[in-house]
T-cell receptor
């Protein structure tokens, strides 16, 4: 079954600390993996996209990794800020019969405390 | 680029009433998606359009739900005879095409509350 699982479900950290969010998937055939940030009451916004051949990609304080062999991805946030408080959603794109399908994880809710 | 716009942002209605939501995608985007999101969950796919053609509908989209995109620009999602379980955030997204790297741009959603 094509699924995307994220952990932890929620996380609380102090401002300035680092954290790592996990995404494991069983989606096949794999096309790409994208991390979204969703602020409360807002729509998701794309942070980064990982293709099969990419291992690491950074976007400011956000660094995503991908291990296509183990079907795992992580999103590392460095020197967290209060504005990082949001849900982070992992989305895997599946390519099948000429069309792309997006498989969403349930997200990790991050709370950064002052 | 004004982004994806959804209207209304919030809708409160009594069970059994009909509701209609509107989505205005980014102007040059030909793909438009509707999702439903409940608290603590990721978005669930409902349907998508390529220009004015509705190409796929999820099994989540019961016969009380209907979506249109009459001129390949804005889209509407109508829910008839609303039920308590319809309470959710309804998100619209658009994309320029369906290349592997094309991101979906999401609106801020319409939050529906059924009394």
């Amino acid at each position: 079954k094509n699924q995307v699982e994220q952990s932890p479900q929620s996380l609380i950290i102090l401002e300035g600390k680092n954290c790592t969010l996990q995404c494991n998937y069983t989606v096949s055939p794999f096309s790409n993996l994208r991390w979204y940030k969703q602020d409360t009451g807002r729509g998701p916004v794309s942070l980064t996209i990982m293709t099969f051949s990419e291992n690491t990609k950074s976007n400011g304080r956000y660094t995503a990794t991908l291990d296509a062999d183990t079907k795992q991805s992580s999103l590392h946030i460095t020197a967290s800020q209060l504005s990082d408080s949001a849900s982070y959603i992992c989305v895997v794109t599946r390519y099948l019969s000429g069309t792309y399908k997006y498989i969403f994880g349930t997200g990790t809710r991050l709370k950064v405390l002052a | 680029d004004t982004g994806v716009s959804q209207d209304p942002r919030h809708k409160i209605t009594k069970r059994g009433q009909n509701v209609t939501f509107r989505c205005d995608p980014i102007s040059e985007h030909n793909r438009l998606y509707w999702y439903r999101q409940t608290l603590g969950q990721g978005p669930e796919f409902l349907t998508y359009f390529q220009n004015e053609a509705q190409l796929e509908k999820s099994r989540l989209l019961s016969d009380r739900f209907s979506a249109e995109r009459p001129k390949g620009s804005f889209s509407t999602l109508e829910i008839q005879r609303t039920e308590q379980g319809d309470s959710a955030m309804y998100l619209c997204a658009s994309s320029l095409g369906q290349g592997a790297g094309e991101p979906q741009h999401f609106g801020d959603g319409t939050r529906l509350s059924i009394l």
